[in-house]
């Protein structure tokens, strides 16, 4: 897209931000901001799911069971288990014993009938000693690293029971996080931050910030961003990201006063979706243009999952923000809302009926305070870590979520992907969707590997 004739809509990001040195992009006083994949590996259900525990074993035998016999105590066991995998299949479990040696073999089948078919052929050889149902486990550690108790989100979505149930922690995902750039030698970011882009102009057209890759950043909100989607876990280090294993590919589209055109978000996004990425991070808003109008319906076409801030102009007019207000348009936007520590609405954020889910945003608004209790702690410009609230901060929430599903189950297309994290939704407020929680929170764990 070239420069010359391109909308001219100013936009700044949703949450309070600290303008740091750096070169000016804009003439004249910045707008003040607002205040605030592969496949799945068998394991067990969401958390709504019966855990199996109270169940009783059944012993292996010291003897071959029978093909008759094998067929019927698997019959039995599957009908009377409530034991599922994230697929909704029954976890079938065998016990053979080859050489003195047991040979543990756990199969998902659909239904009794199916479970005993597989438990007959596995007894044909005169080798089959047990006949079970597989019991989900969970890692009951939380991650290392020191400030990780301070992460409060954490404690309202349940990200590290989704990494124990997926086994994935968003591995393979690349997530786009189109802002003011990242931090890529940040201790808690490195080896998490690909080579991006930057799509920066002066108002005569001039690029600024050249050859940077998008691996720089002079105001801190995109590193922060980044921090909450895939700061390295368990290294005894800062935070965790809530999907660690996903990759950031930073795409500088916003100047260190946080403020900039659409014409560079669009760009950026296209940018993205030629480059890899599987979800498309946007913590930022402004008018609707054909321009970004355009570049989301290209992700569109490319299945691309867009995450983006649903707006903190609760307080000053209620402006629809896009391009989250495009989610009723577009079935691969995700609009998010904030929610503050007690799964509140904070004062700030925006509502209307295009909100589609709801994660941790924060109460308040400040800039870079150090306020864990109530804001949102991540990785920050510095080297170091910073709190601050805003739709901008729910936004990573729902990107790692939406890496968690996709890399548990590549299948799940960008439609499909905005559908079960609205379905799974924690609700909050009023019963039901609504416009100010949207569907409600986002759960990675009842969502799990389902399209």
């Not at 047991?102 to 998902?108: D, G, N």
């Not at 509140?344 to 109460?363: F, K």
């Not at 299948?411 to 949207?438: H, I, N, W």
Request: glycine share 12%.
């Amino acid at each position: 897209m070239s420069w010359a004739g391109r909308p001219r809509v100013a936009l700044v990001l949703g949450a309070a931000l600290v303008a740091f040195a750096g070169a000016a992009c804009f003439g004249g006083e910045p707008r003040p901001p607002p205040p605030p994949a592969p496949v799945a590996c068998q394991s067990a259900g969401p958390a709504n799911t019966p855990d199996g525990a109270n169940e009783p074993a059944r012993p292996p035998s010291d003897r071959p069971i029978s093909p008759e016999e094998a067929g019927a105590q698997a019959r039995e066991v599957a009908s009377t288990t409530e034991v599922r995998t994230k697929r909704g299949e029954i976890p079938l479990l065998t016990v053979e014993e080859r050489g003195g040696k047991p040979e543990i073999t756990s199969t998902p089948v659909v239904s009794p009938d199916h479970a005993a078919s597989v438990a007959e052929a596995k007894a044909a050889d005169g080798d089959l000693i047990g006949v079970d149902v597989d019991k989900p486990v969970r890692a009951s550690a939380n991650p290392n690293d020191q400030l990780f108790g301070q992460q409060w989100s954490f404690t309202k979505v349940p990200y590290v029971s989704a990494w124990a149930a997926d086994g994935t922690q968003g591995g393979g995902v690349t997530v786009a996080v189109v802002d003011t750039g990242v931090m890529a030698d940040h201790p808690d970011l490195s080896g998490q931050v690909l080579t991006g882009a930057h799509f920066l102009h002066s108002d005569d057209g001039e690029p600024v910030d050249p050859a940077t890759g998008g691996t720089e950043d002079f105001n801190g909100h995109g590193t922060h961003v980044a921090g909450t989607i895939a700061a390295r876990s368990n290294n005894a280090t800062g935070i965790s990201g809530a999907a660690p294993g996903a990759q950031i590919l930073p795409v500088k589209v916003l100047c260190a006063d946080g403020s900039g055109f659409t014409s560079d978000v669009a760009d950026g996004i296209v940018w993205a979706v030629d480059h890899g990425a599987n979800v498309i991070n946007v913590s930022l808003g402004g008018g609707a243009t054909t321009g970004e109008q355009a570049a989301i319906e290209y992700a569109r076409d490319n299945d691309v999952v867009v995450a983006a801030a649903a707006g903190n102009e609760g307080q000053t007019g209620n402006t629809a923000s896009y391009p989250a207000a495009y989610s009723d348009q577009y079935a691969i936007v995700i609009a998010v809302a904030a929610t503050d520590n007690a799964n509140g609405h904070p004062a700030y954020g925006t509502t209307g009926s295009y909100l589609d889910l709801a994660a941790p945003g924060g109460v308040s608004v400040s800039s870079c305070a150090n306020n864990p209790a109530v804001e949102i702690l991540s990785t920050w410009n510095d080297g170091g870590y910073c709190t601050i609230a805003g739709t901008s901060m729910a936004t990573p929430h729902v990107s790692a979520a939406a890496a968690l599903l996709r890399a548990a189950n590549g299948a799940c297309t960008a439609t499909q992907v905005k559908s079960r994290l609205k379905t799974t939704a924690g609700d909050l407020g009023t019963p039901g969707p609504d416009s100010t929680f949207g569907a409600g929170i986002v759960n990675p764990l009842a969502a799990g590997a389902i399209c």
